[in-house]
C-alpha cells in the first residue's frame, strides 16, 4: 500500500507554538516520511498548523491522554499498510536528525522496536530536575530487573518500529506514562527491542504533562501496572521461546 | 480493645478485598486508574485490624475507646464515600465526552451524506 515510505508519528495536545517546526523538519529530514499529527483534543490552532506544513491530521474530539492519542497514530499507521513508523513529541524536544540512527536497526531487521535513550552510553548530557531523575531511575530499574534487560530510558517517546511493533501497540498500548508499561508488554510478546543513544533538545513551548502534584500518583499506578503486566496472560502471544 | 474474632474477620475481608482487585486489573476488568482507591482503602483497612494498639488508640482519640471497632466502621464508610465521590466526578467526565462524541458523529454523518450527494468537496472548513 505504502511501500518504502515512513509514517512519523507526532502527537500534539495544544502545541500551536511548536508543531508547525516539527513537522517541517521532519519532513525536511527525509523525504520517505509521511507526518501524521494526532491532536489530542487541543484548544489551540494545532490542527490547522500541522495541516498547513503539510502533515495528515487526527484530530481527536476530545482530550484522551497521551496513551491513546499515541495508539491512535499506530492504528492510523496500521490501517494505511506502513511497514515502518517512529513516533515524536509535538514540542520539538526530539531531533528528526537522530532518526537514521533510530531506523538503522529496524532497517537491518536486528530490532522490532528502537527505543532513543537519554541515558545509555553515549548520549549527550541530559539533567532533568531531581524529581523527575528520580522517577525515570525508578522505572529504568524495575523494567530492567522484570524484562532482565539493560533498559536506560524506559519514559522516552522517541521510537521506531517495524510492523510487528506497529500492530502490537495498535493492538495495546497503556495510557498513563504509557512508555514505561509498553516497554513490559514488547518483553512479554517477545519482540526484540534496542536502544540507542540520543541527544534531546529542551523543550520549546509548552510545558510537561506531568505536573509535580500527580507524579506520585503515577509513579504509583504505573509501578502496580507493571507488575500487573508481567503477570497478565496475553491474547496474542509470541512463539514460545525457552529459556531467559 | 477489639475482639480477636472482629480483627481476624476484618483482615480478611481486606485481603479478600486486595485479591479480588488484584485479579479484576489481571483480568482487564478494571483499569489501574480505577483500582488504585480500592487498593489503599484495603490496605488502610488491613493495617487497622492487624494493629489493634492503633485502632484502640484512635477509638481512644474520638472518645469511643470502649468500642474501638466502630472505628473500623467509620474508616470503611470515609472510604466507601470517597469511592462513590470519585466516581461521579468520573461519571460526570464519561456524560461529557459522550455528548461531545454524540454531537461529532451526526455532524460527520451529516458531512459524508453531503459529499455523497454533491460529489463535490466540502465547501466550509471542518473540524
Redesign the interface.
Given at each position: 500500500m505504502t511501500p518504502g515510505r515512513i509514517v512519523a508519528i507526532v502527537p500534539a495536545y495544544n502545541e500551536a507554538g511548536a508543531i508547525g517546526g516539527v513537522v517541517a523538519a521532519i519532513r525536511a529530514a527525509n523525504p520517505r516520511f509521511d507526518v501524521v499529527v494526532v491532536d489530542d483534543g487541543s484548544r489551540d490552532e494545532t490542527?490547522a498548523i500541522a495541516r498547513a506544513h503539510g502533515a495528515a491530521v487526527v484530530?481527536l474530539?476530545?482530550n484522551i491522554g497521551i496513551g491513546g492519542a499515541v495508539q491512535t497514530g499506530f492504528k492510523y499507521a496500521l490501517e494505511r499498510g506502513y511497514g515502518m513508523a517512529v513516533r515524536l513529541d509535538g514540542d520539538g524536544q526530539h531531533d528528526p536528525g537522530e532518526l537514521p540512527k533510530l531506523l538503522g536497526p529496524i532497517e537491518r531487521d536486528e530490532a522490532d522496536i528502537v527505543t532513543g535513550s537519554r541515558f545509555a552510553d553515549g548520549s549527550g548530557d541530559y539533567r532533568p530536575p531531581l524529581a523527575r531523575r528520580i522517577g525515570i531511575i525508578w522505572f529504568a530499574r524495575i523494567v530492567s530487573l522484570l524484562t532482565r534487560q539493560r533498559v536506560t530510558d524506559t519514559t522516552s517517546g522517541f521510537q521506531a518500529l517495524n510492523r510487528k511493533g506497529i500492530a502490537l501497540f495498535a493492538g495495546d498500548y497503556p495510557?498513563?506514562y504509557p512508555e514505561v508499561e509498553a516497554t513490559v508488554l514488547v518483553f512479554k510478546h517477545r519482540l526484540r527491542l534496542v536502544e540507542v543513544p540520543v541527544t534531546m533538545r529542551e523543550r520549546e513551548t509548552g510545558s510537561s504533562s506531568i505536573t509535580f502534584l500527580r507524579s506520585i500518583?503515577y509513579v504509583?499506578?504505573v509501578t502496580?501496572?507493571l507488575f500487573?503486566a508481567m503477570?497478565?496472560k496475553y491474547a496474542v502471544p509470541q512463539e514460545e521461546v525457552t529459556g531467559s | 480493645m477489639t475482639p480477636v474474632k472482629v480483627s481476624v474477620a476484618a483482615a480478611i475481608a481486606s485481603i479478600l478485598l486486595i485479591l479480588v482487585v488484584l485479579e479484576l486489573i489481571r483480568g482487564r476488568r478494571l483499569k489501574e486508574r480505577y483500582a488504585l482507591l480500592w487498593l489503599v482503602t484495603g490496605v488502610v483497612l488491613l493495617v487497622l485490624s492487624v494493629w489493634r494498639e492503633g485502632l484502640t488508640t484512635i477509638a481512644g482519640w474520638l472518645g469511643v475507646a470502649t468500642y474501638p471497632p466502630a472505628i473500623l466502621f467509620a474508616i470503611a464508610t470515609l472510604f466507601i464515600i470517597v469511592v462513590l465521590l470519585h466516581y461521579s466526578t468520573v461519571l460526570s467526565q464519561l456524560d461529557e465526552q459522550n455528548m461531545l462524541l454524540a454531537q461529532r458523529l451526526a455532524l460527520l454523518e451529516t458531512e459524508v451524506d453531503r459529499l455523497r450527494d454533491d460529489g463535490s468537496g466540502p465547501t466550509g472548513a471542518v473540524s
Open positions: 490542527s484530530t474530539p476530545y495510557n498513563d500518583y504509583l499506578k502496580l501496572a500487573i503477570v497478565r | -
